[in-house]
C-alpha cells in the first residue's frame, strides 16, 4: 500500500479540485472523506507499520510547526516521537477542517464524515495516532459522524468486534460524535446481527460490497431486521 506524501501539492489541490466539482455536480447530502491518514494498511491481521514521510518538505514542516532542530527521522523518532505523532495528527487534522469547511461552505447542512482505522488508540503501540495520525479529538471540530471500518475478517478478529468497537468508544470518541460502523459484507450476517444487539447501537450502518447482501433476498430480508433492531434502539437511546 502506497501512500501520498501531504507535501505533494498538485496532488492534494487535484483532490480538493474534485471534492469541489463533486459537490456542485451532485450536492450530496454527506461526504465521508476516506484515506484521511498517514499511509498504511489496517485491514490485515498483521499490520506493516512504518513511519512517514521523511521527505525533506515534511521534515521541514515539522521542524517548522514545532521548533524542534531536529533534521534525520532517526533523531525525530529517538528523541521527539511524541511531537512527531501530535504534528503528524494535527497536519492530518488540519486537512479535515479544510475540507469540512469547503463542504459547509458550498452545501450547508451537508453531513461531513470519515472513515477511520478501526482501532483503539491503544492498540499497536498507539499505531492510530503514531502510523495513521488519526485523533478523534483534533478531528471532531470537522468531524460530524466517524466511520470506523469494521472489516473481521480481513482483519483476523471476531464477529463481534463492531459490537465491542461500539462498547469501547465512549472512553476516546468525543461526546456529541456519533459512530456509525462501516460492515464487510464478508462477515455477514454474523457481525450486523452482533451489532443490532449491542447495548450502545452503531448510528445507522454501512455495508462495504453490500450489494451482494442486498441482491440476495433472503439476505436482504436478514439486513432490514437487523436495522430495524438498530433503529429501534436508537430511538429508545438518549441522544
Ligand atoms: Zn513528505
Known amino acids: 500500500m502506497q501512500g501520498v506524501c501531504l507535501f505533494q501539492r498538485a496532488f492534494v489541490e487535484r483532490v480538493e479540485e474534485e471534492l469541489v466539482a463533486g459537490l456542485r455536480a451532485f450536492q450530496p447530502a454527506g461526504i465521508w472523506l476516506d484515506y484521511l491518514t498517514y499511509a498504511g494498511w489496517f485491514e490485515t491481521p498483521d499490520p506493516d507499520l512504518q513511519q512517514s514521510c521523511f521527505c525533506p518538505g515534511c521534515i521541514a514542516a515539522f521542524r517548522e510547526a514545532t521548533g524542534i532542530d531536529a533534521a534525520s527521522p532517526r533523531e525525530i523518532l529517538a528523541r521527539h516521537a511524541g511531537a512527531w505523532t501530535r504534528h503528524k495528527c494535527e497536519r492530518i487534522a488540519a486537512f479535515a477542517a479544510r475540507y469540512a469547511a469547503l463542504i459547509r461552505a458550498h452545501l450547508p447542512g451537508c453531513v461531513v464524515g470519515a472513515y477511520m482505522c478501526p482501532w483503539t488508540p491503544d492498540e499497536f503501540d498507539g499505531a492510530l495516532g503514531r502510523i495513521f495520525a488519526q485523533d478523534y479529538a483534533l478531528l471532531a471540530p470537522a468531524i460530524d459522524i466517524f466511520t470506523p471500518l469494521i472489516y ?40 450486523l446481527e452482533a451489532i443490532a444487539a ?34 429501534e434502539r436508537l430511538a429508545a437511546s438518549p441522544a
Open 152 to 191: 473481521a475478517r480481513k482483519s483476523g478478529r471476531p464477529a463481534d468486534w463492531g459490537r465491542r468497537f461500539l462498547a469501547e468508544a465512549p472512553a476516546f470518541v468525543p461526546a456529541g460524535r456519533p459512530v456509525q460502523l462501516i460492515l464487510d459484507a464478508l462477515d455477514f450476517p454474523a457481525s
Open 198 to 231: 449491542s447495548p450502545r447501537p452503531s448510528w445507522g450502518v454501512q455495508m462495504f460490497g453490500g450489494a451482494r447482501v442486498f441482491g440476495d433476498p433472503d439476505q436482504a430480508r436478514d439486513f432490514r431486521a437487523a436495522v430495524d433492531q438498530i433503529r
